[in-house]
Structure formats: C-alpha cells, structure tokens
C-alpha cells in the first residue's frame, strides 16, 4: 500500500480507539498513529519514508528486507513495551495501533505479509494491487471516513 493509504488507515485507526480510550492529549494520540501507520516502510529505501531516511532505509533493507522483520508482529509490540517501561500506556496503544493498521493494510495487498516471521512462514495476503485503482478507492473512502470522524470529534 501507498504512504496515502496508510496515513489515512492509521489516522482512522487512532480516530476509532479514541471512541474507546482516553487520552490526555488527542493531537499527540493521533500523531503517534499516523506515524506508527508509515514507519514500518522504512525498510524499503525507496518508499516515501525510506526516500526521507535513507540512512536508515538502507541499511534496514539490507539486514531485514522488504516487508520482512518490520512488517512482524514483534515490532508494534516492543514499541508497545518501550512505552509502558516510560509509563505512557496510552501513547504506546496509539503506537500500537497505527503500526498495526500498516500489517493489517498491507495484508490486504497481493505482496501480504508474514507476520510471525521468522518463527513462522506463514503469509496473509489478499487481492489489491499497490498504487491500483482498487486501492485508491479504499484511500478514498477512508478519507472520507476520516473527515467524518475528525468532524463528529470535535
Ligand atoms: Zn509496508
């Protein structure tokens, strides 16, 4: 999936939890979601964070691959850990949330992913083609969504 789409996943996802949670700043909740929601395609240097980070996209992509140890279940929830060890619960569930939106969309995709890798191969994939018209119509719709909740948020 494209930078777009999981903004807009990852935002919808923060948006969603804040119906559940509470939290004491919402912009820094939502921030954190959205950011969790790009950073796992920081192991391909020429994804839009990758191109920003090279420093760091390069190397990731050597060590883990594409789509390999970032696109786990182990990531999301050492980031969850590294947040409670700093008394910040909330922070970390936003955290959580908006990587976990990332494997959830990206699952979504032909490519999928192997989220117990590399404990276990098993791979979960489905049918939308990356940057394909399918794939704008779900953006589409989840911005919508978005707006939607941004305005019956506030
Ligand atoms: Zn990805």
């Given at each position: 999936m494209m930078f777009k789409t999981h903004l807009a996943f990852g935002l919808f996802a923060g948006l969603l939890s804040l119906k559940f949670l509470e939290a004491k700043n919402i912009i820094i909740f939502l921030s954190?979601?959205?950011?969790?929601?790009?950073?796992?395609?920081?192991?391909?240097?020429?994804?839009?964070?990758?191109?920003?980070?090279?420093?760091?996209?390069?190397?990731?992509?050597?060590?883990?691959?594409?789509?390999?140890?970032?696109?786990?279940?182990?990531?999301?929830?050492?980031?969850?850990?590294?947040?409670?060890?700093?008394?910040?619960?909330?922070?970390?569930?936003?955290?959580?949330?908006?990587?976990?939106?990332?494997?959830?969309?990206?699952?979504?995709?032909?490519?999928?992913?192997?989220p117990f890798y590399p404990l276990l191969n098993w791979k979960i994939k489905s049918f939308i083609k990356t940057n394909s018209i399918l794939e704008f119509l779900l953006f589409l719709l989840i911005v919508a969504i978005d707006f939607y909740g941004i305005l019956t948020y506030i």
């Open positions: 954190l979601a959205s950011f969790f929601a790009v950073f796992p395609d920081i192991d391909e240097k020429s994804s839009k964070i990758g191109k920003r980070l090279k420093f760091l996209s390069f190397p990731i992509g050597i060590i883990f691959g594409h789509r390999g140890m970032f696109h786990t279940v182990y990531l999301p929830i050492t980031i969850f850990l590294l947040f409670l060890m700093f008394d910040n619960p909330i922070y970390g569930i936003a955290a959580f949330i908006g990587y976990f939106s990332h494997l959830l969309t990206d699952s979504l995709t032909v490519h999928g992913i192997r």
